[in-house]
C-alpha cells in the first residue's frame, strides 16, 4: 500500500484547492462594529411593485427583514437586527434588494438568505465577522479576551472541518487507487 505517497498527493491537492474554495456559498467578511451589504440583486427583468415580496432570513427561519408588495418591513424581526438594518428603497426598481448590516457582533456570523418566492429562488450568503485589530497589545480587558477565545473556537472548528476533508479525500483516493489496481490486474 502505497499511502505516504496518496497522503503527499493529498496535501499537495488540498494546497491547491485551498479550504475556503471548499466552502460552498460565498463568505462576506465583516469586522466587530463595522458594517456589511448583504446582497441580494434580480436581473431577470423589472419587476412590478406586487411582485416585490423578499424575505431576507437568518440561519434559514430567524427573520431579519422583509419587503412586501415592494414595502419595507420589520415586523417579525428577530431583536439581534433591531435598528442595525437599511435596505436601499430607490434600489428595488433595479432589483436590487440588498442589506446594510450595521454594528456588527460576533455572534452575526451565519448565512444570511434572501428570497422572493415565485420568482427567485433562495440565494445564500455566509458571513463572518472578525474581532477588530487589537489597538492596545498590553493590558487585554475581559472583552477583547472574549473575543479572542471565540475566534480561537473558530479557527478550531475549521481545523477539524479540514482534518476531516482530508481524512474523506484521502479514503476517496486510495479507493480509487485500489479499483485502478484490480483493473490493471484483470487486463494482464
Ligand atoms: C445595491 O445597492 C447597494 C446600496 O446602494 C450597493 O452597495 C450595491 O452595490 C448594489 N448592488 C448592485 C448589484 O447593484
Not at 474554495?21 to 427583468?45: A, H, K, M, N, T
Request: with cysteine; hydrophobic share 40%.
Amino acid at each position: 500500500m502505497k499511502f505516504s505517497s496518496l497522503f503527499v498527493f493529498c496535501l499537495l491537492k488540498l494546497l491547491l484547492f485551498s479550504p475556503a474554495s471548499l466552502q460552498d456559498p460565498p463568505d462576506i467578511l465583516g469586522v466587530v462594529g463595522g458594517s456589511v451589504i448583504l446582497s441580494c440583486s434580480y436581473q431577470e427583468r423589472v419587476l412590478k411593485p406586487e411582485e416585490i415580496n423578499v424575505f431576507w432570513r437568518y440561519n434559514e427561519n430567524i427573520i431579519v427583514y422583509n419587503i412586501e408588495k415592494g414595502i419595507p418591513s420589520t415586523k417579525g424581526q428577530n431583536g439581534m437586527f433591531q435598528q442595525r438594518i437599511k435596505s436601499f428603497r430607490s434600489e428595488y426598481p433595479n432589483g436590487n434588494f440588498s442589506l446594510r448590516l450595521s454594528n456588527l457582533k460576533l455572534t452575526d456570523k451565519g448565512q444570511f438568505s434572501c428570497s422572493i418566492p415565485g420568482v427567485f429562488t433562495k440565494h445564500k450568503v455566509r458571513l463572518l465577522v472578525r474581532a477588530p485589530p487589537t489597538t492596545v497589545p498590553t493590558t487585554a480587558s475581559t472583552p477583547v479576551s472574549d473575543m479572542r477565545s471565540s475566534s480561537i473556537k473558530d479557527q478550531a472548528d475549521g481545523i477539524v472541518t479540514f482534518l476531516i476533508a482530508v481524512f474523506l479525500f484521502c479514503t476517496i483516493l486510495e479507493y480509487f487507487d485500489c479499483i485502478a489496481k484490480l483493473c490493471f490486474k484483470l487486463c494482464l
